[in-house]
Structures are given as structure tokens and as C-alpha cells.
């Protein structure tokens, strides 16, 4: 009887604990999110946050003569299946493995880079070395773009996306999809 009651205490203190362990998760959770509801219209503009860094991206890669050009921002949950089908019910190359509403692009979070070469043609070259310094331009601007907080899809296991760059701000697309937003306020204080 005795050992039963001990026993009890010790499961009541683990269930407060995890309680309380829920209890701050969630409020960590509310400061850092916010929720726009599940039927809001993706957005037309990149998250503020991923254009300002998108713009420093531009201007220090230009600092080492690379010539950045941003080729994608936002992406409608139309084009994303559109991109989607294409390698799937064509013989093209298959460019996504996301389906509209499951890439960081359909909510603003994600662009996609290229480079301008010296002779002003926009090319996908990954190794070209444009400013001459021994290393691929390419994996430059992804060094910069990672510095700078972003996750660059060449560092993918399983499908690389040279040009693609994201910031998701520890929110899942799952979440994105029910309608979590990351929430900025906390660094305008
Ligand atoms: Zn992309």
C-alpha cells in the first residue's frame, strides 16, 4: 500500500512537470508566431525580414564582384504545382519536390539565386569564378547567404537546390499551412 501511494507521487510530479514544460513551450511559441488563420491568401510579398537579408546578400556579394540576381521570390500555390508537374507528366527535368503550399516560397520565406557573368547573361554555372579569386562564385554567395542566417538548398541530402535560399524561422510547413506566420515584433524593440 505504501510503495502503491509512492508510486502515485512520483507520477503525479512527472505529469506537472510536463505540464509546465507545455505550459512555457506554448507561450514561447505565441511571442515568436502569430496566427493568421488557415484561409488567408498566401502572401505577394517576401517576409520583410527575408527581403532586408536578401538585399544584404545582393550588396556583399557585389562587395567581392559577384553579380547576384534574385530569379524567384514569392511563388503562387498555382506555379508551385505547375513547377511540380513538370518532370512528373513531362519528360523534363524534375525541378520541386514540393507541391503547391508545401514550399517556403509559397509563403514568402524562400528566392532563388543566379548569377550574372561578366558578359551580362544570367547562368546557373555553379563552378564559374567570374571575380578570378580561385573559388566558385556560387558557393560564395551561398557562404554569404548563410552567414546571414539563411538555408541554402545545396546543402540538401536528398534533392540539392543550388539556388534556392530560406529562412523558415522554426516554422514547419505544417504549421504554415494552418496558418502560423513568423512573427518579427520582438526585434523591433
Ligand atoms: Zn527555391
Known amino acids: 500500500m505504501k510503495r502503491y501511494r509512492k508510486d502515485i507521487t512520483t507520477w503525479v510530479l512527472i505529469i506537472l512537470f510536463l505540464t509546465i514544460l ?88 524562400a528566392v532563388d539565386f543566379a548569377l550574372r557573368n561578366n558578359d551580362g547573361k544570367i547562368i546557373w554555372d555553379i563552378n564559374y569564378d567570374g571575380n578570378n579569386n580561385g573559388k566558385a562564385d556560387w558557393f560564395e554567395v551561398a557562404d554569404i547567404a548563410k552567414q546571414l542566417g539563411f538555408e541554402w538548398g545545396g546543402d540538401w541530402s536528398k534533392f540539392k537546390d543550388y539556388p534556392h535560399l530560406q529562412m523558415d524561422f522554426g516554422l514547419s510547413i505544417r504549421q504554415l499551412k494552418k496558418g502560423l506566420r513568423p512573427s518579427h515584433e520582438q526585434k523591433d524593440n
Open 22 to 109: 507545455i505550459i512555457i513551450y506554448n507561450e514561447q511559441r505565441n511571442n515568436r508566431y502569430i496566427e493568421i488563420g488557415e484561409d488567408t491568401a498566401p502572401p505577394e510579398e517576401l517576409d520583410p525580414v527575408v527581403a532586408a537579408k536578401t538585399s544584404q546578400l545582393l550588396i556583399k556579394s557585389a562587395q567581392q564582384d559577384i553579380n547576384v540576381v534574385i530569379t524567384e521570390k514569392v511563388r503562387s500555390i498555382k506555379r508551385q504545382n505547375e513547377l511540380y508537374e513538370q518532370g512528373r507528366s513531362s519528360d523534363e527535368d524534375v525541378v520541386t519536390y514540393a507541391k503547391g503550399g508545401e514550399s517556403y516560397h509559397n509563403y514568402g520565406l
